[in-house]
């Protein structure tokens, strides 16, 4: 068992009760113990398109071989 655990809360508004699956239970249906609500587990969210890590940007060279500025 990896350990991992997910906790929520209970959406019945009337029991608000915070809940502990493990994480293997992440897209199942499970039941509140105090009420008997079913709650639906989360996937877990995946990184949006795009928002990744850029790569480091790469510094300007100084040797470009442009001539110096004449003043």
């Known amino acids: ?4 655990v997910i906790r929520l809360i209970c ?5 608000r009760t915070i809940l502990s699956v493990p994480a293997g239970a ?5 039941r509140c ?3 008997g609500a079913k709650v639906r587990i989360p996937m877990p969210k ?3 398109p795009g928002v990744a890590e850029e790569p480091a940007a790469q510094p300007q060279s100084t040797s470009d ?4 500025a004449k003043a």
């Open 1 to 4: 068992m990896s350990g991992q």
């Open 11 to 15: 959406p019945n508004l009337t029991c």
């Open 26 to 30: 992440r897209g199942k249906d499970v």
């Open 33 to 35: 113990r105090a009420c």
């Open 46 to 48: 995946a990184p949006k």
């Open 65 to 68: 071989n442009t001539p110096p």
